[in-house]
């Protein structure tokens, strides 16, 4: 930023935050169905006004980055903008068991359906759920973004696939099972310190600035994912 700063200060700036800068979310009311968690104060999802509360190492270093991007556009007039994401995922994404949910559990999938027929591990009960957002319209915000910077320098924007892309690992394991005629066995393990147990944005804010919103369902974007990892 000082860099930008000092010698380049007409750059334009997207900083990739995390919905980690919300922190655990448990100051909210919370439904457990059958296969997932519902919050019941923030049905359609949260919004920025959503107070934030640094947790893990990984959330504190993006949230300070997140600030600072805020500030120096405050500050110095910089054109930053900040899109803090709940879950990306889509084609060329080399998953691990700690990032990139879905495509990990779709590799999973792949070696089921090879024969690899062993339990693989979760973290708590399966029931905890994100909004995911396919590589394809996380493409197209960015340029779209990048086009109409001027209409949102200085701000920050929750970025999801909203409510209706949203999914539970049962459900993502049921959504698999079908698709590839398949049984997704697992254990569990214990709940990860600080997990959320919904995080669906709310992203009327940025669909209101540049007119953009995801396309891509989370039904034909898991299978776009399996097809692509089972090819390579």
């Given at each position: 930023?000082?860099?930008?700063?000092?010698?380049?200060?007409?750059?334009?700036?997207?900083?990739?935050?995390?919905?980690?800068?919300?922190?655990?979310?448990?100051?909210?009311?919370?439904?457990?169905?059958?296969?997932?968690?519902?919050?019941?104060?923030?049905?359609?999802?949260?919004?920025?006004?959503?107070?934030?509360?640094?947790?893990?190492?990984?959330?504190?270093?993006?949230?300070?980055?997140?600030?600072?991007?805020?500030?120096?556009?405050?500050?110095?007039?910089?054109?930053?903008?900040?899109?803090?994401?709940?879950?990306?995922?889509?084609?060329?994404?080399?998953?691990?068991?700690?990032?990139?949910?879905?495509?990990?559990?779709?590799?999973?999938?792949?070696?089921?359906?090879?024969?690899?027929?062993?339990?693989?591990?979760?973290?708590?009960?399966?029931?905890?759920?994100?909004?995911?957002?396919?590589?394809?319209?996380?493409?197209?915000?960015?340029?779209?973004?990048?086009?109409?910077?001027?209409?949102?320098?200085?701000?920050?924007?929750?970025?999801?696939?909203?409510?209706?892309?949203?999914l539970s690992l049962l459900e993502l394991f049921k959504l698999l099972e079908?698709?590839?005629?398949?049984?997704?066995?697992f254990t569990n393990l214990p709940v990860r310190e600080s997990d959320q147990?919904?995080?669906?944005?709310d992203i009327k804010k940025i669909t209101n600035a540049i007119d953009w919103?995801?396309?891509?369902?989370?039904?034909?974007?898991?299978?776009?994912?399996?097809?692509?990892?089972?090819?390579?």
């Open positions: 930023l000082e860099a930008v700063r000092q010698y380049n200060s007409n750059c334009n700036i997207i900083y990739s935050s995390t919905n980690k800068v919300y922190g655990d979310l448990e100051q909210y009311k919370y439904n457990e169905t059958e296969t997932r968690y519902t919050c019941i104060d923030k049905p359609n999802g949260y919004d920025e006004s959503t107070q934030l509360d640094f947790h893990s190492p990984y959330g504190c270093s993006k949230g300070a980055a997140d600030q600072y991007m805020l500030d120096y556009a405050r500050i110095f007039g910089l054109n930053t903008v900040v899109f803090r994401h709940s879950s990306m995922y889509g084609g060329r994404q080399f998953a691990t068991y700690d990032q990139g949910w879905v495509g990990w559990f779709c590799q999973k999938a792949v070696e089921i359906k090879n024969g690899i027929n062993k339990p693989f591990t979760i973290s708590g009960n399966g029931k905890q759920v994100r909004d995911v957002l396919h590589a394809e319209d996380m493409i197209s915000l960015y340029f779209t973004a990048l086009a109409n910077v001027s209409k949102i320098r200085g701000n920050a924007f929750n970025i999801g696939g909203t409510i209706v892309n949203s079908d698709y590839c005629n398949i049984d997704m066995r147990r919904v995080f669906v944005a919103s995801p396309k891509v369902s989370a039904k034909d974007g898991v299978q776009k994912m399996y097809d692509w990892t089972s090819s390579i």
